[in-house]
């Protein structure tokens, strides 16, 4: 039943007066036309570097780079971990046709699981000086997500920053000493204490800072609406305002600030949208591939 509504309700859109506009002159592909709550979606604009198309997302300008071999334009629609389920139409206008052509992209809410951690009862409460600290560092790492827009500083793949297992999942809902917290918005890669962290991608530093729950942290820039996060480092060797190089060392893996032991966090925003780094590795993967 819910396969035939969700179909009822993609005819509607796609019946729409919107879509009765004149025939685009850009060729406009997706690498799905779904996606899940903290996921991705690799778009592709056939279209000449002089022609630069305009793409909007749930109200957002998504930015685009532009790849001469393959004369197209590339971009990623994201979702937050958050976000509620539904079709949302990314609104693609052509430079120079003028014209405007809306295609719907559903979001599917996701159940990413649970995992149960267990933390001493010393770090499983706040005292009211960690509290005050852990408001005070909340309010310097929100305003990272209202930074002004950027060009991309990336053009290809990006990479993992610890070459190891993942032992922690993206999404997972936290259940802690049996208290109900945030879902996982990023994921744990395993790792020795002095192991290397290398930047996902170019970069600059907006942030590096020793914090109450990611201990020893790093957020890089990268443009495009591109942000990643590096956290429980035992080292930071790259201070705030240094451009950093696709695959630079950053910091050594640790296990500072609140943790059960020794790995990397890496998360990632897209678009302000929190998403699994794992399907940015992937579809930039994607993108390089279509190139010829």
């Known amino acids: 039943m819910k396969r035939i509504i969700l179909a009822l309700l993609l005819i509607a859109l796609l019946m729409t007066p919107a879509q009765s506009a004149a025939p685009s002159e850009i060729n406009v592909s997706f690498s799905s036309t779904s996606l899940a709550a903290g996921g991705l979606v690799l778009l592709t604009i ?10 909007t997302w749930m109200d957002r300008d998504i930015p685009l780079i532009y ?10 629609l994201s979702a937050d971990l958050n976000q ?26 996701k159940n990413y699981g649970v995992r149960v951690l267990k933390f001493p009862p010393g ?9 005050k600290r ?26 993992l920053p610890v070459n190891n297992t993942i032992v922690g ?8 000493n049996k208290r109900k917290r945030h879902p996982h918005s990023g994921v744990d890669i395993r790792g020795k204490p002095g192991d290397p962290v290398s930047a996902m991608h170019h970069g600059d530093v907006m942030l590096a800072a020793d ?21 429980h480092l035992d080292d930071i060797l790259a201070e705030k305002g240094q451009r950093v190089e696709k695959g630079q060392i950053i910091g ?41």
């Open 134 to 159: 852990v408001k005070r560092e909340a309010a310097v790492v929100k305003k990272l997500w209202s930074a002004g827009y950027r060009a991309p500083l990336w053009n290809d793949g990006f990479i």
């Open 252 to 292: 050594t893996v640790g296990a500072t600030g609140r943790v059960t032991g020794p790995h990397l966090h890496w998360g990632v925003r897209v678009n302000n949208a929190r998403v699994n780094p794992l399907e940015l590795i992937e579809l930039s993967r994607e993108m390089e591939q279509q190139s010829p």
């Open 123 to 131: 770090q499983a409460g706040l005292s009211k000086a960690d509290l």
């Open 211 to 231: 914090h109450f729950f990611t201990g020893k942290s790093i957020y890089l820039d990268h443009g495009g609406g591109m942000v990643s996060m590096y956290f």
């Open 84 to 109: 509620k389920a539904g079709f949302y139409q990314a609104v693609v206008r052509g430079f120079s046709s003028g014209t405007i052509n809306y295609y719907p992209v559903l979001v599917i809410k």
């Open 46 to 55: 056939q279209s000449g570097e002089m022609e630069k198309p305009h793409v």
């Open 67 to 76: 790849d001469s071999e393959a004369s197209s334009w590339r971009g990623f």
């Open 169 to 176: 999942t993206f999404g997972k809902r936290s259940i802690i």
